[in-house]
């Protein structure tokens, strides 16, 4: 699983720079929980932050809008306007798990050193494409009623590259239906322990990195009873 993206823009009279600092300190969550009045399922977070684009180079290859051209001393103007007076609201959404959605060895290509090449197998469930759009208007009226004197989103579509890698090594107790036991050790190779985001059965609505802490502080926790006891 990844995480569902999105995102919209806005520009203001006045500077912003949000270039500078950091990213994101504030999440809106009244949209964190699935609608059952929505005809999708799904939820998120909307967070400010100064969008995927604000560095040099990203925005000038992508950070304008979509009805800009660019090229031209136009462009350079715009570019010199509008770098720190634009603010992004940023999506994060449900990435529903499916059986189809996996990651195998590849039967021939192989790496350098002679091993199975990685083959990722990924689709959007359509509730998460509904869903990010569904946030991507909501974090364009909160630009508006911020204040934004122009305001743009770039369509959702289904992803072709993914953050947030989620999934694939089920927490069990059974080998036959999961890779890892409750102390994160591989039911197959026994000082093996995994520490990511591998477990996680479902995805987050939002960045997973305290998630990822917290069970990684409880793996190691594991690990050092496991060796204490002498069995790693």
């Not at 770098?83 to 994060?92: K, L, T, V, Y």
């Not at 590259?161 to 694939?168: A, I, K, P, Q, S």
Request: proline share 5%; glycine share 10%.
């Amino acid at each position: 699983m990844f995480n569902a993206h999105a995102s919209a823009e806005g520009t203001f009279e006045h500077q912003l720079n949000e270039y500078k600092g950091v990213q994101a300190t504030r999440v809106i969550m009244d949209y964190y929980n699935s609608d059952p009045s929505q005809s999708f399922y799904g939820g998120g977070g909307i967070d400010a932050r100064g969008g995927l684009f604000l560095t040099p180079l990203m925005y000038t290859i992508a950070g304008s809008p979509p009805s800009e051209k660019n090229w031209g001393a136009e462009y350079k103007d715009m570019i010199a306007h509008s770098f720190s007076r634009q603010m992004g609201m940023f999506i994060s959404g449900t990435s529903i798990p499916m059986d189809r959605n996996n990651i195998t060895l590849h039967p021939t290509n192989t790496d350098q050193w002679g091993r199975p090449s990685i083959i990722v197998t990924y689709q959007n469930h359509p509730d998460d494409l509904e869903n990010a759009r569904f946030l991507q208007n909501i974090g364009q009226e909160l630009l508006d009623a911020a204040g934004a004197k122009r305001t743009w989103a770039h369509p959702v579509e289904p992803s072709n590259f993914g953050v947030h890698l989620l999934g694939t090594c089920r927490m069990g107790d059974d080998p036959a239906t999961s890779v890892i036991d409750k102390a994160h050790r591989t039911h197959d190779v026994s000082n093996l322990f995994i520490c990511d985001g591998s477990s996680l059965v479902t995805s987050t609505r939002g960045q997973p990195t305290m998630i990822i802490m917290a069970l990684a502080f409880r793996a190691a926790d594991q690990i050092k009873a496991a060796a204490n006891a002498g069995t790693i």
